[in-house]
Structure formats: C-alpha cells, structure tokens
C-alpha cells in the first residue's frame, strides 16, 4: 500500500533523514521507535507532504501510494483524495472551538453521511460526546488526545498516522487509547505510529522499525523487535 524508497529528507542544509526504506500493507499497524531527533516525525511529516517550514524537502528517493509516486501530491489532496490523515503530535486541536466544531470541521473531505461518522466518533469515544458543546481547550490531555484521533476518523480515513499518541497521558489513558487503535485496525484501517513508549508500541505493531540519526538501523515483526537484546538495552530500560 505504502512505499517508501531511499528516501532523503532536509531542513535547509541539515540532512534530516539520509535514505529511509520502509513498506506498509494494507490492513497492518507499523511502528516506527527511536530516540528524539531520530528522524521519526520528520518521516511522517514527509508522508503527508506538508510545505516547509513545517515539513522536511525532500531531495532524494521516492514515497509511492498503491504504486503511484506521491511527491508532487499536494497535502490536501493526500487527506481528501488518498485518505491519509495525520494526528500530529501535541494534538494541534483548536482550542477556540467545541469538541462537535472541531469534529464537524474535519469532515470537510468527507463525501459520505457525516452524520453518521460523528455518531461513530462519539461511540468510540463517550468521553467526547458527554463534551460536545464544551470548548476543546477546556478538555483534559487525554480528552484532547481523544479529539485529535476523531477528527482524523472524520476525514474518513484509511490510513491513519500518530505522531506520540500517548504523550502526556497517564498510563490508564495511554492503554485506553492503544485499545481503541487495536479496535480500529480490527475494523480495518491501516496505522503509522510513533510512540516514545517502546515497549507498547511494539506489543501493538505487526512490524517496526527502528531510526538512528535519519537511518532505518532494525526492523523486523514487534514481537521480534521486543526480543532482540541490543533493542532492549536501547529503548526498553535494559528489560
């Protein structure tokens, strides 16, 4: 579904990512895990081709969607024509809005009843239809981080990317909302995710892989991944 090939990316002069190759297939949850400045945001970031300043040029290698180069598809056109939707980190929520305005304001490609899918939001998350009128700055970090993940679903996604989707969450929220993405992929949508957490990042994926420095240095299935010694020491506290 989703390859990516010898793919270079900079800020200005600063060589971000130095020729990453990955793959995603349709229907799997990847992880990408590595240590800050690694190169993980920045590889989402270039997926969603998102204009600088924001977003890394790319000066090398290619990104293909179902076998179609996407490196010249502008950032609106990856939402609204490939479905593909990033939950950014921080949740990027606006905060001025109801949690129903911010939900209702994602479906702008939404061609479908979004009536229904607001509907669907609210069952996944109860939390936010108790909240619907509420301003969103109001909510709490978790409830935010609730937010950011529905109105990515309202764009009716079939891929869905997560920039550390358990940042700032305690850990009874951090499980909720890894439950809830397992829920999701059950039901079939595709996930990039990356999560400072390792070790649950792992246990979610089907397949990871590990960045150093804007360089892909492991990759293999979660479960491998959590066994191999050398990670362990790295990114799971030796355990």
């Not at 800020?11 to 190169?39: D, M, P, Q, W």
């Amino acid at each position: 579904m989703l390859n990516v090939i010898d793919l270079k990316a900079s800020y200005g002069k600063i060589e971000a990512l130095h020729g990453i190759s990955f793959h995603v297939r349709r229907g799997e949850i990847v992880t990408l895990i590595g240590s800050n400045g690694a190169g993980k945001s920045t590889t989402l970031k270039a997926l969603m081709r998102l204009k600088p300043p924001e977003s890394p040029t790319v000066t090398g290698g290619d990104i293909l969607f179902n076998g179609a180069s996407i490196l010249n598809t502008e950032s609106h056109n990856v939402v609204g024509k490939l479905r593909m939707t990033l939950v950014p980190e921080g949740r990027q929520i606006f905060g001025n809005l109801t949690v129903v305005e911010n939900l209702i304001l994602a479906a702008w490609t939404n061609t479908g009843d979004a009536r229904k899918d607001l509907d669907y939001v609210f069952g996944m998350f109860p939390r936010l239809a108790e909240r619907m009128r509420q301003r969103s700055d109001t909510l709490s970090g978790g409830e935010q981080q609730m937010l950011a993940v529905g109105r990515a679903l309202m764009s009716k996604c079939s891929v869905l990317l997560l920039d550390e989707p358990s940042m700032g969450l305690a850990p009874l929220l951090m499980y909720d909302m890894f439950r809830t993405l397992k829920q999701l992929n059950d039901e079939g949508l595709t996930i990039i995710v990356v999560e400072q957490n390792a070790r649950i990042a792992l246990q979610l994926a089907d397949r990871g892989y590990v960045l150093d420095t804007g360089e892909i240095v492991a990759e293999g299935t979660g479960k491998s991944l959590l066994q191999r010694p050398e990670i362990k020491a790295a990114y799971l506290g030796g355990a």
